[in-house]
């Protein structure tokens, strides 16, 4: 047992007994904080579901409509009209800290003030369908970002959970109990060594009355 290596000293008892309060200090701090990691993780899960379906849907209405629009233009035209972007957007990477977990924030930036300038083609050659695919793309961009990031956003919240758990459960069943175990030696030891020096003391009381007696006599 690990306590057994330990001197079993008041000095260390103190000591030992400092640990135990920090230990369960700190247990009761870390498990707060993975609750309320565990809170914020499912939030974010229900929202990056939510965010996944919204982009899934509004690419497949994209790819339709640039299917239907394929099928109305001949290919080189439809070649000819998407072959230069006329839009261009800057993404700019931030940080947010939640409970200790630096979390992305992505922000973009157009090239030109409006937003809306994306059509790099005129419209009398093409068609309709593929103005709202080229629109329906443009629009679902800022949630394919905001997807983007609430994914690693999880990903590193159930990364710093699972760390979380490790270090509570190591307090819990680790530390805890051999500070526990350790404070238990140690006042056994000292609780021996003191009946023995009183033992000790109480023959050596008891010699000296036999010596003083005996030398009473004696005179």
């Known amino acids: 047992m690990a306590s057994k290596q330990i001197t ?19 247990h009761k701090l870390l498990k707060d904080k993975r609750d309320e990691l565990m809170r914020q993780f499912l939030d974010l899960v229900k929202e990056n579901m939510a965010l996944r379906q919204k982009v899934e849907a509004g690419i497949l209405s994209a790819n339709k409509n640039f299917v239907i629009a394929k099928a109305g233009m001949d290919e080189a035209t439809l070649n000819t009209a998407l072959m230069t972007p006329k839009q261009e957007v800057n993404l700019e990477v931030g940080q947010k800290n939640v409970m200790s977990v630096n979390i992305p924030v992505f922000e973009t930036k157009t090239r030109t003030a409006d937003a809306n300038d994306i059509y790099s083609y005129g419209f009398a050659f093409t068609s309709s369908d593929l103005d709202g695919a080229v629109k329906s793309l443009a629009d679902i961009l800022p949630d394919m970002l905001k997807l983007a990031e609430t994914e690693k956003a999880c990903q590193l919240m159930a990364a710093e959970i699972e760390k979380t758990r490790r270090r509570v459960n190591a307090l819990e069943h680790v530390t805890i109990p051999d500070a526990q175990a350790t404070i238990k030696y140690i006042t056994m030891k000292l609780d021996e060594n003191e009946r023995s020096s009183q033992i000790r003391l ?18």
Do not use: N
């Open 8 to 26: 079993p000293t008041r000095m260390e008892l103190t000591k030992t007994k400092r640990k135990l309060v920090t230990a369960r200090r700190g």
């Open 202 to 219: 109480m023959k050596v009381k008891d010699m000296m009355l036999e010596e003083a007696h005996h030398y009473s006599e004696k005179e």
